[in-house]
């Protein structure tokens, strides 16, 4: 069993930065490929990047390509989302997630284990 618990959403007003924080405890381990999902109101769960375990290869949602960068310190069993130039758009609930292996996964049901979440709001 994998306990993952987030931190560092807020108000950020549009243009401005947030950086996020997953912290994994249990049966922690670097074979497990670390990923952050989103979800807006009235909208489904949806990718938003994904650290490898394969290589450390990243990958991102096209809409937050650019100006998201996802990193994992393996040390700390931790995994982040520094988040720049953020939109009105990407307010949401922001879920940190892990699977075994690192095969790329882009679908909420690859992912095993999930956190509480925590939310971003980008006001206009």
């Known amino acids: 069993q994998v306990l993952l618990v987030e931190s560092g959403g807020g108000l950020v007003q549009a243009g401005g930065s947030l950086r996020l924080s997953c912290a994994a405890s249990?049966?922690?381990?670097?074979?497990?490929?670390m990923g952050w999902f989103r979800q807006a109101p009235g909208k489904e769960r949806e990718f938003v990047a994904v650290?490898?375990?394969?290589?450390?290869?990243?990958h991102y949602a096209d809409s937050v390509k650019g100006r998201f960068t996802i990193s994992r310190d393996n040390a700390k069993n931790s995994v982040y989302l520094q988040m720049n130039s953020l939109k009105p758009e990407d307010t949401a609930v922001y879920y940190c997630?892990?699977?075994?292996?690192?095969?790329?996964?882009?679908?909420?049901?690859?992912?095993?284990?999930w956190g509480q979440g925590t939310q971003v709001t980008v006001s206009s």
């Open positions: 249990g049966r922690t381990s670097s074979s497990y490929s």
């Open positions: 997630a892990a699977r075994v292996g690192g095969a790329l996964a882009l679908s909420r049901s690859s992912y095993d284990y």
């Open positions: 650290h490898r375990t394969s290589g450390g290869s990243t």
